[in-house]
């Protein structure tokens, strides 16, 4: 009886820590790999989540930003998903490679041709992006993600330095100091270095390689708590037994 009322407290204990834990991967997000250098290139993941029980993920925007216009936005073809890409016309022209861009990547949009991001599944949509801007901190994605049950979920709301985080944040690229030379990523600098324009291409690293640093961090640490949980509760269990024993 006392083992299964341990055993029912170390479960409990457990699963209000994989509950409390799980929010942290419920919104849209973006990761570089590697680094994302002010002045360089680089190649991010926008990571998507499916956070519904009974709809799947069909359709995800991603919104680039107007103030820091990118030369070069190649989305990688992922086998499933349509991508289609728009562009505006720029205010102020860019100089890149010598000759002047009139208009830059405004919205990227991947389309499901099937089943989507199904539940429990993650997604990662690679995009090959530069140069970065030279005078910010970071990049401000924001991004519309649509469920297969027609439901809309606006990850738009910009967080704010000291502020609790808002209900539907904005993915958010934190960029690092400028490396000497603006040396760029190896596929990112390949792929953007022949082309001016935004085209979909493929880049030389698969989705994935890059994210499960923190997804990896975070279940360890869970799985630390729970061990830590169930170490105690058969301490606890050993000591009564051996008392019982001896008495």
Do not use: C
């Not at 698969?206 to 105690?232: E, F, K, P, Q």
């Amino acid at each position: 009886m006392r083992v299964s009322r341990l055993a029912a407290a170390v479960a409990v204990a457990g699963s209000a820590v994989l509950v409390l834990s799980s929010p942290a991967f419920a919104h849209v997000s973006v990761q570089p790999e590697g680094t994302a250098a002010k002045g360089g290139y680089a190649v991010v993941n926008f990571r998507v989540p499916n956070e519904r029980d009974n709809a799947s993920t069909t359709a995800l925007e991603v919104n680039f930003p107007a103030d820091a216009p990118l030369s070069s936005v190649m989305p990688q073809k992922i086998d499933g998903w349509k991508i289609t890409i728009t562009k505006s016309k720029l205010a102020k022209p860019l100089e890149v490679h010598g000759r002047q861009i009139s208009e830059a990547v405004s919205k990227v949009t991947w389309t499901a041709d099937g089943k989507g991001v199904e539940p429990g599944f993650i997604q990662q949509f690679p995009v090959s992006i530069g140069a970065l801007p030279e005078d910010a901190d970071q990049l401000v994605f924001k991004a519309i993600q649509t469920y297969s049950n027609k439901e809309v979920v606006r990850w738009i709301e910009v967080p704010e330095e000291g502020a609790e985080e808002p209900a539907n944040p904005a993915p958010v690229l934190a960029l690092s100091a400028a490396e000497d030379g603006h040396a760029h990523g190896s596929s990112a600098e390949e792929s953007s270095g022949k082309s001016g324009d935004a085209e979909p291409a493929a880049t030389t690293e698969a989705a994935g390689s890059s994210d499960g640093t923190d997804t990896t961090a975070r279940v360890l640490g869970v799985a630390g708590i729970v061990v830590g949980v169930a170490g105690g509760a058969y301490g606890v269990f050993a000591a009564r037994r051996r008392a019982a024993d001896a008495s």
